[in-house]
């Protein structure tokens, strides 16, 4: 097994010039996954006792496919946030956990309050929503400007 990582070492090594002067990061990562499939074919073909290498890097590539094809890409907060805005949801002040609880049920993303508190301060600095001091618990609440 020792042999087969100081082989990808040095391969990597031979590679990573190129491989680094591409600016995209995407790019950067698909040039690696289409080196490795590479790798691992020919591993195949060599048949020098590297099955259960390429077995365990297939593993874990396919790992990694499912965990990207188990759904979209969920929106962020802000995204959210701003639908939430065009819609009727802010006619009535909302505390900043009743809009977590909200995001959490109807949208399936599960964010913390510090994740929209940024969010919601930023409308609130533009205007679009008011913030104001809840006289009940001293918590803000945020409804449309």
């Known amino acids: 097994m020792s042999k087969h990582i100081e082989k990808l070492k040095k391969q990597l090594v031979e590679v990573s010039e190129v491989v680094n002067s591409f600016q995209s990061e995407s790019v950067q990562v698909r040039i690696i996954d289409r080196l490795l499939d590479v790798m691992i074919e020919s591993d195949k073909v060599d048949g020098d006792g590297s099955e259960l290498f390429s077995k365990k890097v297939r593993r874990m590539r396919s790992d990694d496919e499912n965990f990207a094809a188990s759904g979209r890409k969920k929106p962020g907060a ?62 803000f609440e945020y409804i449309r400007a």
Not at 108 to 133: C, I, M, P
Request: aromatic fraction near 8%; proline fraction near 0%.
């Open 78 to 139: 802000t995204k959210i946030l701003n639908q939430l805005l065009s819609s009727d949801f802010f006619d009535i002040s909302r505390s900043i956990s009743s809009i977590a609880n909200y995001c959490k049920d109807q949208f399936d993303s599960d964010f913390k309050t510090s994740e929209l508190s940024g969010v919601l301060l930023k409308l609130a600095n533009e205007s679009k929503l008011r913030r104001e001091r809840s006289h009940e618990n001293n918590r």
